[in-house]
């Protein structure tokens, strides 16, 4: 069903030169007496890339035939990660390439949005926030627990944050998927 630029609004999905893509920003232009115009950032949905699209308001602008599944990571084989549909059962496979930097942040057994375009996968939407345990860093400073001061952490699956003064190997730190930013401690290893 096609849209005007009047309906978009942040995380709309369009379909522009065959291509799956969301609205980033949006800004509504009205031309003196001539009609008024959207000035758009639309980011590509299977490559990450950015562009920046002017339509008139009238436009007539197609909907992708676009979904998201939730999904349970199970594992990793060789280059590909395989997800389990928590409804069918099915399980379907992702490559390095349409994972991308996700993986860093995806324990076995999380729970994800598969993203799907004309029915084929093609990347996926992390939960904001992730709880991963810490498996190497600096040992942590003894009065150290109000700090602005931070360390490299590396989690179980291979992230590396910079995390407070006060953490060490074994702690359970959460972290915000889309800043890859530490945000607390969940549990101590002690």
């Not at 599944?69 to 590909?80: A, C, E, F, I, P």
């Amino acid at each position: 069903m096609p849209i005007t630029p009047n309906q978009f609004k942040r995380g709309s999905k369009l379909e522009e030169s065959g291509e799956p893509y969301s609205v980033v920003e949006y800004l509504h232009i009205k031309c003196g007496r001539g009609g008024a115009n959207v000035r758009t950032k639309l980011k590509n949905l299977i490559n990450g890339k950015v562009i920046e699209r002017t339509y008139s308001s009238d436009e007539k602008i197609k909907t992708p035939d676009f979904e998201e599944r939730n999904m349970q990571y199970l594992y990793k084989d060789g280059d590909n990660y395989v997800f389990m549909d928590n409804d069918s059962f099915e399980q379907i496979n992702l490559t390095d390439d349409e994972i991308g930097d996700s993986s860093l942040f995806m324990p076995e057994s999380l729970e994800v949005y598969v993203q799907l375009f004309n029915q084929k996968p093609i990347g996926v939407t992390l939960p904001n926030f992730v709880e991963l345990e810490i498996t190497q860093t600096d040992p942590g400073v003894k009065g150290d627990t109000v700090s602005s001061s931070s360390k490299p952490a590396t989690t179980i699956t291979g992230a590396t944050v910079n995390v407070p003064l006060f953490i060490n190997e074994g702690d359970v730190i959460k972290i915000d998927t889309r800043e890859s930013t530490y945000v607390e401690r969940v549990r101590s290893a002690r």
